[in-house]
Every structure is written in C-alpha cells, then in structure tokens.
C-alpha cells in the first residue's frame, strides 16, 4: 500500500542506497522471539532531478514475497510510504528493494521505521473522558504531548493527569493539573464533563 505523507524535510532530503553496481538495498532483522509482531513504514522520494534519459522503479519482497503488487517510481521531492496492512511476525524479516524494468537508477530509501506490536493488559481511558480531555487540550491549544491514550498504559499516562484504576473498569481521570499554561478565557464546558475529577 502507498500513501504521500508530509515528513521532515531534513529526513526526506537525503536517501540511503546500496553500493555501486549493486541492484538490491537490504533491510533485515531476526527478531528474539517469533511471536513478536511488527508494523513497517518506509519512506520514499526523489532527491535528485532525473535527467529524461534516466529513471528510477523500484519494486519490495518481503522474506522473498512480493511486498507491493506491482512496482512503483518516485517523485521528485514527494514522499511515498509503503507500509504493512496486516502485522509481521516470525523469526527473520528481510526487506529486499530492488531495481527492476527499464531502471537505470539503484533503489533508494529515505526512512524506515519499525513499530513492536504490544498487547495491553489494561482496558482503554473512558471513552467520554478521552473526547473531553481531548476537547479541552484542543480549546486552551494546551502545548503537552498529550497523544496516545491519556490513562493507558499507567507508566505512560499524560502529564498532569491522575486516573482511577479499579480492576477490568476503564480507566477515569479524576485528577488535572494545568498549572503553568498560560490559559486564558472561560472555563472550557468540556472541564464540566469530566464527571470523575476530584481535583483540578
């Protein structure tokens, strides 16, 4: 699957490629355990300028399967990300890129990221709680990072924030401390909403 995505500009001007006169650009790993799965994201652009008599197509296996259903070329200064549907999993991953058709050029990657698929073991922040914390970081523009769930997991919660963990419920926020950010104006309805808060 491919998608144009906005990126850093430092990131996407400069690419890696494989040594000369080598068609292929390999990315491998053995994973410590089988059961690991990952997602993958790799991100392309053209940072030179093609002369007309040159081009660039490039083609992704995966453990020696297709990884793309068919081959694409790149824009000029435009990102292109190829990214896994489903997660990966099993002992080795290799990621071949290759040079194929009527390329002149050798494949090139510009970024490559691998994410771990973890298995929470707590439920999910109250629905009404998250629009509501959401709502009100989206009214004050509150400059934390504040992203991801705001209770789950524990050790990652939101700055300033303190919930409620009681067994298999989700959690609550019942704390809030947005001292030190520069709000100005109402007290913002969505405040109102947070029904479990017991200090602000």
Not at 31 to 37: K, L, V
Not at 97 to 106: A, E, H, M, R, Y
Not at 121 to 137: A, F, G, M, R, S
């Amino acid at each position: 699957m491919r998608l144009p995505t906005n990126h850093p500009s430092i990131v996407m001007s400069s690419a890696a490629a494989p040594k000369i006169y080598d068609y292929y650009l390999d990315i491998w790993w053995i994973s410590p355990d089988e059961n690991t799965q990952y997602q993958v994201y790799m991100h392309f652009a053209e940072v030179e300028k093609l002369p007309t008599n040159q081009s660039r197509l490039l083609s992704i296996t995966w453990n020696g399967k297709p990884f793309v259903t068919k081959p694409f070329s790149l824009k000029y200064l435009t990102t292109t990300t190829v990214y896994t549907k489903e997660a990966l999993s099993g002992g080795q991953q290799n990621f071949s890129i290759s040079q194929v058709g009527n390329s002149t050029l050798p494949p090139i990657i510009n970024a490559f990221e691998i994410y771990t698929v973890l298995e929470l073991l707590q439920p999910e922040t109250n629905q009404e709680d998250v629009e509501h914390i959401t709502n009100t970081k989206s009214t004050y523009r509150v400059k934390r990072n504040w992203q991801g769930d705001p209770c789950a997991p524990k050790e990652y919660s939101w700055e300033g924030l303190n919930c409620s963990f009681d067994g298999y419920e989700p959690p609550r926020i019942i704390s809030l401390n947005l001292s030190s950010s520069g709000l100005t104006g109402e007290i913002a309805p969505s405040l109102f909403n947070l029904t479990m808060l017991q200090t602000l």
